[in-house]
């Protein structure tokens, strides 16, 4: 690229204006009052998860026959399953993997449309149309069955590569995202395109900056804000893809107790064991609504135009 | 219009014959052969293996390859089913009516609850009703459809004992008697579908309305003297659910995947349980229809979608 030499030391461009301070944000975000309670519930859950498995040291394969299908007790405060297991000590497990997926599949998602959104934003050829067209052919992709397609196809060789848990992490924290990039990248493309025909990128140009220093410097931390509420409710959906995943039985393996793959296993045991399948669905109802919450409120916080 | 339908139809085939090369592309790509079982198998001599590879092309280029599947997917050839013995295309025919009927009547309650509380809402901005239902869209759609339909089944089947929570299609009544065991056995499943549908539509209803309200031909209806009612139906409604056409659109290949579950957990015999049963049981080519067929469902009602809404909106139709 011509010129990426700067014509003087100061003429290293100003920071684009970020479209509103850090402060401004929070003070915009506290108003939303659910969105600070689940800010709240969501902090909870994940310290529950986290820290849970050293306040809660119970073995989550301790087989007990004696102890099956209990309701909550003070030894189990969650009750047990049918093989007498603990299934506060399953849930704190199960949910730290529920968690990491959710949070990683998010990661993916948004690098993914990130990516393709700004090539698509910046391509004044034939990149963009084609970058779209795939994008609208994989928004009418029938998602739930593909899911389940790909890991029915690709399971077993996964699971030689990485051993069982990661293998089975790998693929679904890949096929999720891989499957769910696409409001993202219709995001950033708009950005961009309006974006890049503003003066401050103009100036920016005039001065030789190149295409990468104005992408990454110039018109991306302008359109973060809707990335960042788009990648809160693309967490949520994850986490739900998930659950449906392991809920249909092919998601993790039965020894890997996720909220989800809990769910399937107590379905067969709600006239017994009714709390079963309460605890897990109500985790993943809390973490999913907190989540879109705190998605809500970052939307009207973020958003400029908004005056509060 | 014809000229509006044929090219939408031109529009609805590459992407059509994209996810076909998608499906194509993952099976392709899969490990696993789908003669493996034979290669173990001692009593079958290597060379009648590689006359049956021959013969099935498995050995061809791939596009050689692609394209054989294509013309046999068109051509309505989906195989044999390896675990019930049936041809494949039988057996989805059998279950496609329920799963329609199911996502249909999920789908018709979802725009029953959404369209008319989405416009109360809209109409009275950040009054309490607007945000009791906002509150409520969120529940319903944080609520995973088989959370929903759990609770459902504990609620209404186990505690009350008022429905039944088997789906079966075929009872042994007739007459009203029939019909009454159908719908008795279709409101959970349809109930747990349209709601979580519901919750979405009515936030894309609201957002519409709201757009479409503070537009100037509104406030000239109004100043004409027209009542609020007949503002709010014949003058914003009409126009705020157009867009609302395509959102739906959008949420088609979601309908779906709600329908797969609440399929598995209702045990309705559709084509949603049928895949995951295939699935479980290794059976290959009902998998690959099943998906196909979902891939075809979601590009035909998308194409239903664009041709409605050129037919509401004359704005765009010729073009």
Request: with cysteine.
């Amino acid at each position: 690229m011509a010129g990426s030499t700067l014509a003087s030391p100061t003429a290293e461009a100003a920071p684009a204006p970020s479209a509103v301070s850090g402060r401004d944000t929070w003070r915009r975000f506290r108003r939303h009052r659910l969105a600070v309670v689940s800010v709240g519930v969501l902090g909870l859950l994940v310290l529950a998860v986290v820290v849970g498995g050293w306040v809660w040291p119970v073995a989550i394969d301790e087989i007990d026959f004696a102890a099956t299908l209990q309701g909550p007790s003070w030894a189990h405060p969650l009750g047990t399953d049918d093989l007498g297991q603990d299934l506060l000590a399953r849930m704190i497990y199960g949910g730290r993997i529920s968690l990491a997926v959710g949070f990683a599949a998010m990661i993916v998602a948004t690098v993914v449309g990130v990516v393709v959104g700004a090539l698509a934003g910046m391509s004044r050829r034939f990149l963009d149309p084609f970058l779209m067209w795939l994008t609208d052919l994989f928004l009418s992709l029938p998602q739930l069955p593909l899911l389940l397609l790909i890991i029915y196809l690709f399971r077993d060789q996964l699971k030689q590569v990485f051993g069982v848990e990661g293998g089975v992490f790998v693929m679904i924290v890949a096929v999720i995202g891989g499957l769910r990039w696409m409001p993202v990248a219709r995001l950033v493309r708009a950005q961009f395109l309006s974006l890049r025909e503003k003066e401050f990128v103009e100036a920016a140009r005039s001065q030789g900056a190149t295409t990468w220093h104005l992408v990454t410097r110039h018109i991306l931390p302008n359109a973060i804000g809707p990335v960042i509420v788009a990648a809160t409710i693309e967490v949520s959906s994850a986490i739900i893809a998930e659950s449906t995943l392991s809920f249909l039985g092919l998601g993790f393996p039965p020894d890997i107790p996720t909220w989800g793959r809990l769910l399937y296993d107590a379905k067969d045991h709600l006239d017994v064991a009714p709390h079963w399948a309460l605890f897990p669905g109500a985790a993943i109802f809390l973490t999913v609504l907190s989540i879109n919450f705190i998605g809500d409120g970052l939307r009207d916080a973020l958003d400029p135009r908004r005056v509060l | 219009m014809g000229a509006y339908l044929l090219r939408r139809l031109l529009i609805a085939i590459p992407s059509l014959i994209g996810i076909s090369l998608i499906l194509f592309t993952v099976l392709a790509l899969a490990p696993g052969d789908p003669f493996g079982e034979l290669a173990t198998n001692p009593n079958v001599p290597p060379e009648v293996r590689e006359a049956l590879r021959a013969k099935f092309g498995l050995d061809d280029p791939i596009l050689v390859r692609y394209l054989h599947w294509l013309t046999a997917m068109l051509q309505g050839d989906w195989g044999f089913s390896f675990a019930s013995r049936v041809d494949v295309d039988d057996l989805i025919l059998q279950r496609l009516p329920t799963t329609l009927f199911v996502v249909g009547s999920s789908q018709v309650l979802a725009l029953v609850i959404a369209v008319p509380v989405g416009i109360l809402a809209a109409i009275r901005p950040y009054s309490l009703f607007d945000q009791v239902a906002n509150t409520l869209a969120f529940v319903g759609f944080s609520l995973p459809t088989f959370f929903t339909g759990l609770l459902f089944i504990l609620l209404f089947s186990l505690t009350l004992d008022w429905l039944p929570f088997v789906y079966q299609a075929d009872i042994a009544a007739t007459g009203w008697r029939w019909a009454w065991e159908h719908v008795r056995q279709a409101i959970m499943p349809v109930c747990v579908l349209g709601f979580f549908q519901a919750a979405s539509y009515t936030r894309y209803v609201r957002a519409s309305v709201l757009d479409v309200a503070r537009l100037d031909y509104v406030t000239t209806a109004r100043a004409k003297g027209l009542s609020d009612g007949t503002v709010t139906i014949r003058h914003i409604a009409r126009n705020a659910l157009i867009p609302v056409v395509t959102l739906v659109a959008l949420q088609i290949p979601a309908v779906f995947g709600g329908a797969i579950v609440t399929e598995q957990i209702f045990r309705i015999p559709g084509i949603g349980s049928l895949l995951i049963n295939a699935m479980l049981a290794n059976d290959t080519p009902v998998v690959m229809a099943v998906t196909f067929v979902f891939a075809c469902l979601v590009v035909l009602f998308n194409l239903v979608a664009d041709l409605l809404y050129g037919w509401l909106d004359p704005r765009i139709s010729y073009r």
